[in-house]
């Protein structure tokens, strides 16, 4: 494994992972205390069998005790996208907000022609020079990614349980992975080192991916560029939920108070009885990596290979707000446009077109999102510190929120509001006066 080297690589597991895994199997059935079984369990073939059969008669379970760390490097932020949909591992991921990108490099799949990846090439050329330009004239690195392609490289680092990791694996050999090139081959290396800890394991799995059906779709040219706005919808919501939470107080003989119990997290659990539904419209798309973060809600967003095909774009108010950087974002764009054209002239299917998307572009999601975790987003994403699209649609969010339950929402938005202390440390914005007077206010 060399250090610029692409691929994915299992970097430290769980110490004698089989072993604990077929503890695991074996505590229910048999004598012995927890620390007795385990070191009885000392014959790996024996402990392997035992996984293998536990595992095959449905009981899963048992596969959580072994936890992987995984490296994945220098990959493209298209496979970045689909890793953090899983929402039972745990990611640290480069961020675009903070490295400069210029020197990334990108990936192409070898599914592109040599005179293709000649001009796709040129393109991202064209594009790493001008991000190199926006950062010189004082456009932050957060906003000058827009007009990057999704094929730029990325680093990440991924923690995940042996059960998961099975399932992730199927998803990018078998499952709706198998049509990016890149994915499937990232797969094929996890499954080469997962195959040695416990063989057999992914085949056994392989059954319920194969029935899978993931045609590729027909890109159509793109004749017409929008820039565009987002917007929020509340779509549902319990009317109720003030109601249901004092019953709850009423029933365990509790005195109730909303906002120390916020603050206590006392009553946090509660909150995860209500349940919020919204549409969100025209985000740029590498906004869509933020949001997926919040692992306790349920999201649907667009097919990947159906992203590519929008011809919505978000311009950052950064940019916007100067001509001259205006009309470069825009020729970017357009740039961007006619290489998608001629490649769809040339009838490269839609999910590679993914590798020219660019950062800019709008997609589309609904997602239903807990009051727990509504909490928990509004306290990170409302906050100064939060990239300015996601502090945008958290507002939003809250700000409708507050229209049909303010009782509710009353202490809900950044840290140093819901809680009177900032998290950020040095990186504080020192506006907690003004933060306290925007939220008590919001409507």
């Not at 990846?117 to 456009?139: A, L, N």
């Not at 094929?151 to 694996?169: D, P």
């Not at 539904?277 to 967003?301: C, N, P, W």
């Not at 727990?372 to 939060?386: D, K, P, Q, S, V």
């Amino acid at each position: 494994m060399r250090s610029n080297e692409t691929g994915a690589f299992i970097l430290s597991e769980t110490k004698n992972g089989e072993r604990i895994a077929s503890c695991g199997g074996r505590i229910s059935t048999r004598p012995g205390t927890a620390v007795e079984l385990y070191k009885k369990a000392t014959d790996k073939q024996k402990n392997l069998n035992l996984v293998s059969k536990v595992v095959s008669s449905g009981h899963k379970t048992i596969l959580e005790h072994h936890h992987f760390n995984i490296a994945f490097n220098n990959v493209s932020i298209f496979v970045e996208q689909f890793l953090i949909e899983f929402r039972l591992a745990s990611f640290t991921i480069k961020s675009g907000r903070y490295v400069n990108f210029s020197k990334a490099g990108f990936n192409l799949p070898e599914d592109f022609t040599e005179i293709q990846k000649r001009k796709i090439t040129k393109h991202y050329q064209k594009m790493f020079k001008m991000y190199d330009s926006f950062v010189q004239r004082g456009v932050p690195v957060e906003d000058a990614r827009f007009i990057l392609p999704y094929g730029i490289k990325t680093n990440i680092y991924m923690s995940v349980n042996a059960r998961e990791l099975i399932h992730i694996i199927c998803t990018m050999i078998y499952g709706r992975g198998k049509v990016f090139g890149e994915i499937q081959k990232l797969g094929l290396m996890l499954k080469e080192q997962f195959d040695l800890r416990y063989p057999g394991l992914i085949e056994s799995n392989q059954k319920y991916y194969d029935s899978q059906d993931f045609e590729s779709t027909v890109a159509q040219p793109c004749e017409k560029i929008e820039y565009v706005n987002h917007s929020v919808k509340l779509l549902s919501y319990p009317v109720n939920a003030m109601e249901t939470l004092n019953t709850f107080a009423s029933m365990t003989h509790q005195e109730f108070d909303f906002e120390k119990s916020l603050k206590n997290d006392k009553m946090a659990r509660l909150l995860e009885h209500f349940n919020y539904t919204f549409a969100v419209k025209d985000f740029a798309l590498i906004i869509l990596k933020h949001f997926t973060r919040h692992r306790m809600q349920s999201l649907s967003t667009c097919p990947i290979s159906e992203m590519v095909l929008s011809n919505r774009f978000v311009m950052p108010e950064s940019i916007s707000c100067d001509e001259n950087l205006k009309a470069d974002f825009e020729k970017c764009i357009e740039s961007n446009r006619k290489l998608y054209n001629d490649l769809v002239s040339d009838g490269v299917k839609a999910e590679l077109l993914i590798y020219i998307t660019p950062h800019a572009t709008a997609t589309n999601f609904v997602t239903t999102i807990n009051a727990r975790e509504l909490l928990h987003f509004c306290n990170l994403r409302t906050c100064n510190r939060a990239q300015w699209e996601i502090r945008y649609l958290a507002t939003d969010m809250l700000t409708q929120l507050k229209r049909v339950d303010r009782e509710m929402f009353v202490h809900f938005g950044p840290s140093c509001y819901t809680y009177g202390v900032c998290p950020e440390g040095r990186l504080c914005c020192g506006k907690q006066i003004e933060m306290k007077e925007k939220f008590e206010n919001l409507e």
